[in-house]
């Protein structure tokens, strides 16, 4: 039986956006990221971070210190009693001066590829889990793998709203933050009665 997910952006969603951040002692975690992430460990329901890191294109950040920012990123939510089933990332910046990096690719959101990874890694029914961001491109990327979206108004959500709205783009939820966007998502598996098995 296939697996679902709850996939979340990673700056602005679990922890302040503060550009392109070289190492974990730069980044703040949201105090209640850790719980959200405990509460969907709970469901059964798989965690995959996915987050656009065009700084390594850019030159700004290398990928062995985006990897080491992860990896101790995972260590700090285990010590919550949290456990982060999967972390992908997209290099890529259109302009870079180094070549492996210097593409339109796939793997960008809104583009689909590091869901599409994902799905290949751990058996996930994409149609059957959970996007939650703060940007545009997190809901385009949801609704591009035809999950249900939710917009958390964190990090460049309140900015992101209005352009959605303009757009005809409507969130299946907007939540205060990716805690209030756990608690949505539990309701409405819920209501489904539906069960991670």
């Not at 469901?43 to 985006?66: C, K």
């Not at 599409?116 to 997190?138: H, T």
């Not at 783009?169 to 598996?189: F, G, K, R, S, T």
Request: charged content about 25%.
């Amino acid at each position: 039986m296939k697996k679902r997910a709850i996939f979340l952006d990673r700056d602005g969603t679990l922890n302040e956006d503060v550009g392109y951040p070289s190492s974990f002692s730069l980044i703040t975690i949201y105090p209640f990221s850790y719980e959200a992430v405990r509460k969907i460990n709970e469901t059964g329901l798989l965690v995959v971070i996915v987050t656009n890191q065009s700084g390594i294109g850019r030159g700004l950040i290398t990928e062995a210190s985006l990897q080491d920012l992860h990896s101790r990123m995972k260590a700090s939510f285990a010590q919550k009693n949290a456990s982060i089933d999967g972390i992908y990332y997209c290099p890529h910046y259109s302009f870079s001066t180094q070549s492996q990096y210097r593409k339109k690719c796939a793997c960008r959101k809104p583009f689909t590829e590091m869901a599409r990874q994902a799905a290949l890694d751990m058996n996930i029914d994409l149609s059957e889990s959970y996007m939650v961001g703060d940007k545009v491109e997190d809901i385009l990327f949801g609704k591009n793998i035809r999950a249900r979206s939710v917009l958390v108004l964190t990090g460049f959500g309140k900015r992101s709203l209005p352009e959605l709205t303009a757009q005809g783009i409507e969130p299946d939820y907007v939540a205060q933050n990716v805690l209030d966007a756990v608690n949505w998502i539990l309701e409405e598996e819920g209501r489904r009665g539906t069960r991670q098995d």
